[in-house]
């Protein structure tokens, strides 16, 4: 898995992000990539501006605590994969990680998600990040199989006329490829499609086409796009074990329940601007797909994505 070269871990230093440590050593070891982890964290107050180089040395001395329990975890030593620490306290979060990536090459960040992992959906700094951040985003959720046993599952959406959308499709199929390969081996594909009009048809315009007729339009209509989802995946020049879950359904309904039933570890999506509004990257279906997701997620922008933060 040679995707990412420079990868920075965002941790608060609070809680237990033992989950996101060991996922970010994972993909930085397969990765063969540099791993930094950035403290965000609020500043300290006037008054106890005494107290500052005490108050970093203790957030440093936390994260790496857990740092290295990860590492015992993977046994993985220092000599393999060293990894540095850096505090950068104030506000606005989101916006100074995301100011690092654009200034320092970040290819990848990876952080825990907010709040308590076990629930669904993302909460303000991870929404921020997935909409502003030019980079891919993996936020960790805990994963109990083993690595072999991991699952991947990737959203891809056949549809995709505009160059940058064809770029990003193919870019999610062979990057979850790559992914699959360190995990179960077995690449999961999902791709919904929708007929808006059938029950229009069926039920409120005076048409007079039978059911029969109306099921063998819908039929071939959803032959067209499986039709479309093999070319591209076969566009990806991938190989390896894929299953492909293609049904007639709403993404934001259908895929989060997938994930569920099936056990997915991981989710691999695009978050995809149709607006033509510069750093507005998701659309309502992704916003209200995100909100349901229980896994860990993987995303990425279109190539041609230009964050409306401002590079610092």
Request: net charge negative; with cysteine; charged share 25%.
């Amino acid at each position: 898995m040679r995707n990412f070269h420079n990868i920075l871990f965002v941790s608060h230093a609070v809680g237990d992000e033992s989950d996101g440590f060991m996922q970010a050593l994972s993909v930085a070891r397969y990765s063969g990539a540099a791993l930094r982890v950035l403290v965000v964290c609020p500043a300290l107050p006037e008054e106890f501006g005494d107290y500052s180089e005490a108050y970093f040395d203790g957030l440093k001395k936390d994260v790496n605590d857990e740092l290295e329990a990860a590492r015992a975890n993977l046994n993985l030593g220092e000599d393999e994969l060293a990894v540095t620490i850096e505090v950068d306290c104030g506000s606005t979060p989101a916006e100074r990680v995301i100011r690092r990536v654009q200034g320092e090459g970040v290819d990848l960040v990876i952080k825990n998600v907010e709040g308590h992992t076990q629930r669904k959906g993302f909460r303000a700094m991870d929404m921020e990040l997935l909409r502003k951040c030019p980079c891919p985003v993996w936020l960790c959720r805990p994963i109990r199989n083993s690595r072999a046993d991991m699952r991947v599952l990737v959203a891809v959406d056949p549809e995709c006329e505009e160059a940058t959308a064809y770029d990003l499709a193919i870019r999610l199929l062979r990057l979850s490829r790559s992914l699959a390969d360190i995990c179960s081996g077995t690449l999961h594909v999902v791709s919904c499609w929708e007929y808006d009009v059938d029950e229009y048809l069926r039920h409120h315009v005076p048409l007079h086409v039978s059911d029969e007729e109306l099921d063998r339009i819908i039929e071939q209509a959803g032959s067209k796009h499986r039709g479309k989802l093999d070319t591209l995946i076969h566009a990806a020049g991938i190989g390896g074990e894929i299953e492909v879950h293609h049904t007639i359904a709403q993404p934001e309904r259908f895929i989060p329940l997938l994930v569920e039933e099936k056990k997915f570890d991981i989710l691999v999506m695009g978050t995809v601007a149709r607006t033509g509004i510069p750093g507005f990257i998701m659309g309502n279906t992704a916003e209200n797909l995100l909100q349901k997701v229980s896994c860990s997620l993987l995303a990425l922008k279109p190539s041609d994505f230009t964050s409306p933060v401002k590079p610092g």
